[in-house]
């Protein structure tokens, strides 16, 4: 026979309803309890009730239902009376209460408790129970690591931003504060746009059009601070799950600084060991000067040829003798041409003028060696070709400017061209000019003759590596 304490509230008089509530009472998985709101004791559990809390059907009848909460005696009278001047005040109460199971262990369950008056019992508090411990504890430890993830970011070396799909309504950790100059509350107010330098606003927009897309975005960019300094920075933009935009920002201004540093170390060991090589070529090609120079003396009968071959040698030793006092191997075109004056011999000197405003541009030593020739070529032929040499009218070499390059004129009298002379056509022209014609760069030099009363003019003209 039931146990009348024990049985809920009746169906109204309804015998099907009265079992339809037992059964369902008997059934569902929440705890249902009964309290007096006079006495404070257990009128009514069901199943579920007395499993949660692990106590034998009716077990607890009868107890105080401040022996469910967990603590001191106080801690459960304290958790008791707060529940019961809600009810008082309101009629109701929803709330979480830690309890305590008959074994002592404690458990988190949410109760939703109303106010009633029924016949058996009078005023009672009906309460439906539910255990969260399982939720409360994937509720700390997801606290934990939220806990354990702010603090990363907030000790990260590196700038972490999360913005909106536009790049406003910044959340930074100190790091990115820091590195822009300005407060944490300062950066939340702003754009990431504003950190950008205006030339690079369009390279910014089609970045996080990337990002928006799903695409990932990681570049170096200029970053402007709250002092108007820039610093360089490696930037990783991605979209994440929600939507917002997350950037990862470091500083790499001593990265690149060191890099430079390193780059620049590398050139100036390239630059020592090029020019000593340089040095040795020209010092070999000296030797080999020498050489020949015993070779006229030993054998005169074939001293012009052997001449030429030296003015020739000496022409390719004064570009690496250049190039070996010069950064990077590459030749001032204005001192290859007074070296190559200098040295010139002949019946008659030879003298080097340039415009004020002239260029002095560097060649290349693949460019420097043909046009050293070239331009040696010009000068002995023009000394050799004087037809009565007067040591009054020295064989003038001149630099200037032309548009796009620079023109070299040497020019000898008294001296004539010979009447069917013509050089782009190879007509007239000596072993010399023939050398000439072989090694002048037809893409980037252009050479003409000219006669002006009784002097000769050859006007080589070159245009700039740069404006090529």
């Known amino acids: 026979m039931d146990n009348p304490d024990r049985d809920p509230p009746d169906g109204g008089g309804d015998p099907f309803l009265a079992d339809l509530h037992r059964e369902i009472l008997a059934s569902i998985g929440e705890g249902v309890s009964v309290v007096s709101a006079t006495d404070l004791l257990i009128r009514y559990t069901n199943p579920g009730f007395d499993a949660m809390f692990g106590y034998e059907p009716g077990e607890l009848m009868g107890k105080e239902v401040s022996v469910l909460n967990a603590g001191t005696e106080q801690d459960q009278a304290d958790t008791a009376l707060t529940i019961a001047a809600n009810l008082l005040a309101a ?7 830690l309890g305590r199971h008959k074994d002592g262990s404690t458990f988190w369950s949410r109760a939703s408790v109303v106010a009633r008056d029924v016949p058996r ?12 411990d399982h939720l409360k504890r994937v509720e ?74 799903g695409q990932t975005s990681s570049c170096e960019w200029l970053v402007r601070r709250k002092d108007g300094s820039t610093f360089s920075a490696e930037v990783v933009g991605r979209q994440l799950p929600d939507g917002r935009i997350q950037g990862i920002v470091r500083d790499i201004t001593e990265h690149k600084r060191a890099e430079e540093q390193r780059v620049a170390a590398l050139e100036r060991q390239r630059d020592t060991l090029v020019r000593e090589v340089h040095h040795r070529i020209k010092n070999h090609l000296q030797g080999v000067i020498g050489l020949l120079r015993n070779a006229m003396t030993e054998n005169p009968e074939i001293s012009a040829p052997i001449g030429m071959s030296i003015d020739r040698i000496r022409a390719v030793a004064v570009v690496y003798g250049i190039s070996g006092r010069v950064a990077e191997g590459q030749v001032p075109l204005r ?43 010009l000068i002995a032929n023009a000394l050799k070709h004087l037809e009565a040499p007067d040591p009054r009218r020295p064989v003038r070499v001149s630099i200037d400017d032309r548009p796009g390059g620079v023109c070299i004129e040497i020019s000898g009298g008294p001296a004539h061209l010979p009447q069917d002379f013509d050089f782009d056509g190879g007509r007239g022209l000596g072993g010399g000019l023939e050398l000439v014609g072989t090694l002048l760069p037809r893409k980037t030099a252009r050479l003409t003759f000219r006669q002006r009363g009784d002097e000769v003019i050859a006007s080589l003209c070159l245009v700039l590596p740069t404006q090529q």
């Open 335 to 377: 001192d290859l041409l007074q070296m190559l004056v200098a040295s010139a011999a002949g019946p008659v000197g030879v003298t080097y003028e340039a415009a004020p405003s002239s260029q002095n541009p560097l060649l290349a030593q693949e460019d420097a060696v043909p046009v050293s020739l070239v331009a040696n070529e």
């Open 140 to 213: 700390a430890a997801l606290r934990k690591s939220e806990t354990s993830l702010r603090l990363l970011v907030d000790h990260a070396p590196d700038g972490i931003y999360v913005t909106d799909a536009h790049g406003g309504r910044i959340d930074v950790n100190p790091a990115g504060a820091a590195m822009v100059g300005y407060s944490r509350g300062e950066v939340r107010a702003m754009n990431l746009a504003d950190f950008v330098l205006p030339d690079d606003a369009p390279r910014f927009a089609v970045e996080m059009a990337r990002v928006r897309a």
């Open 121 to 132: 019992w009078g005023r009672v508090w009906i309460a439906v129970w539910s255990d969260i």
């Open 91 to 97: 009629e109701s109460w929803c709330g979480e209460v």
